[in-house]
């Protein structure tokens, strides 16, 4: 069989046939500029978090507040969160050695995994506690824990709202709002909870909006981890058959094979396959080159090809 390869990065074709090399000039031109809205609204919830977080140990010191000091240690985790999440865009946004050919974008993606994982630790941490108060009920302090729970939620919601302004498809940025959102949930049920319980005494309602917060939060950060480790190890974030279908109904390409698609990050898509053609196109196939990266560009968000072509 006989083939020629051709590649194109950036839409910017090559030929090589034998020893003859036609290069043109190209630049990587992918501008991530929601990076830097990114980053001014993590700064901005990192803020908040943090003097909230100061003020809580301050006052629950000096008033000897076991459930401020407990809060305030809980918003150190968020802080935490918010922190990887900033570091990974910083990073994203540098410039990477020649033996990063790919940058550093799958920093934010690594970011993602692990937000995802202290999802799942908090998740397990609700669970915990509630079941802690049903089994060994306590008086309460009803007025302090309410308060404590309230400034909490506001806090939360704040930062919410903060992130909300930020790129809402951004794997990192989702996971720092999940966190958030997930301690606000957390914050409405101890509310409830402790409404109920200074009514009824009923103390098992905790354990039951523990389990319902933590189902709602679960299926949040299964998806976070699913996308994460789904990019890292490369799956294709588009279905291959679809793609192959949509290539091969052009009637110059007979078939295609050895497909590869995988995510670097957000909208950075590559592919490489081989694409078996008539003979008949071959003096059109810089035409037709072009034709199936500008298609795979505007329906897919592929932006990074190279097909070796045969016939």
């Not at 150190?76 to 990974?88: R, V």
């Not at 003979?279 to 897919?300: C, D």
């Amino acid at each position: 069989m006989q083939h020629c390869k051709f590649g194109l990065n950036d839409h910017q074709p090559y030929l090589k046939e034998d020893d003859h090399h036609h290069h043109h000039d190209h630049e990587h031109g992918h501008t991530h500029d929601h990076r830097g809205t990114d980053k001014k609204v993590l700064k901005w919830a990192l803020s908040i978090t943090l003097i909230t977080m100061f003020l809580e140990f301050f006052y629950g010191f000096l008033s000897n507040s076991l459930a401020l000091v407990s809060d305030a240690i809980h918003m150190f985790t968020h802080s935490f969160a918010l922190i990887i999440s900033l570091i990974a865009i910083v990073i994203a946004s540098k410039q990477a050695p020649l033996e990063k050919t790919f940058g550093y974008y799958r920093a934010e993606v690594l970011a993602a995994f692990i937000n995802g994982i202290t999802i799942v630790l908090s998740i397990v941490w609700i669970v915990y506690e509630a079941v802690e108060r049903f089994l060994n009920p306590s008086e309460i302090d009803v007025n302090t824990a309410m308060i404590v729970a309230i400034i909490g939620l506001v806090v939360n919601i704040i930062t919410g709202v903060i992130l909300m302004q930020g790129d809402k498809q951004n794997i990192n940025l989702r996971s720092a709002f999940i966190h958030m959102l997930s301690d606000a949930l957390s914050s409405v049920a101890i509310i409830i909870g402790y409404i109920v319980i200074h009514f009824t005494s009923w103390y098992f309602i905790d354990v039951i909006l523990a389990v319902m917060v933590a189902l709602v939060i679960g299926r949040w950060a299964i998806d976070v981890l699913r996308h994460s480790i789904n990019t890292l190890m490369e799956s294709s974030p588009i279905d291959l058959e679809e793609v192959k279908a949509f290539i091969e109904r052009h009637e110059e390409v007979i078939e295609l094979h050895d497909v590869h698609i995988w995510e670097i990050t957000q909208d950075m898509y590559n592919m490489t396959a081989h694409v078996k053609i008539n003979e008949h196109s071959l003096e059109n196939y810089e035409h037709l080159l072009h034709k199936i990266n500008h298609e795979l560009k505007e329906k897919y968000k592929i932006v990074h090809t190279t097909f070796q072509f045969e016939w």
